[in-house]
């Protein structure tokens, strides 16, 4: 009777865990589906340590669904450097996704539509800092112009 009892025991943790171990796949799997981004979930930000706006747009990325990691680092020039991301178009952090580097506070929208219509880019820029954009606070006072970047040189990508 002892044994009956144990075995019963061993199999229903052992139930227990493969219904744990699925469902934490299928939540992630309808997580990663629901916001848009398939398998193109993951984003890094480099970052500086001190900067709050990053900060808030991690947190809206991570609302958003995207598994974020964040790179702090002192030298976000070296990160403009590696990108080729002109002077002209930067904002405080950068992000790299799908293959593209994301420079700004640029908008989930924005980002699925770089990574449904895989561009020629290197990536999308939403320069400065603009109030109403993810992370800034504050009221959007119009529209935003994302510039696409290949190799140094600027070119509108789209106004959200």
Do not use: R
């Not at 171990?21 to 981004?37: E, F, H, P, R, Y």
């Not at 808030?56 to 990691?69: H, S």
């Not at 450097?81 to 992000?95: F, M």
């Amino acid at each position: 009777m002892n044994k009956k009892i144990i075995l019963l025991i061993i199999g229903l943790v052992f139930l227990g865990g493969v219904f744990y171990v699925w469902s934490s796949i299928a939540k992630n799997n309808t997580a990663n589906i629901s916001n848009g981004l398939g398998k193109d979930n993951k984003i890094t930000v480099f970052k500086s340590l001190t900067c709050g706006c990053c900060g808030g747009y991690v947190d809206y990325l991570k609302k958003e669904g995207l598994d974020v990691k964040v790179e702090n680092t002192n030298d976000m020039l070296s990160i403009k450097e590696k990108y080729q991301i002109p002077s002209e178009v930067e904002s405080c952090h950068t992000s790299s996704i799908g293959g593209y580097f994301v420079e700004g506070h640029v908008p989930i929208e924005v980002i699925k539509k770089l990574l449904t219509e895989k561009p020629a880019l290197d990536g999308i820029a939403l320069p400065g800092m603009p109030m109403g954009s993810p992370g800034m606070g504050g009221n959007k006072m119009g529209e935003f112009k994302i510039y696409g970047i290949s190799k140094g040189e600027i070119t509108e990508f789209t106004t959200f």
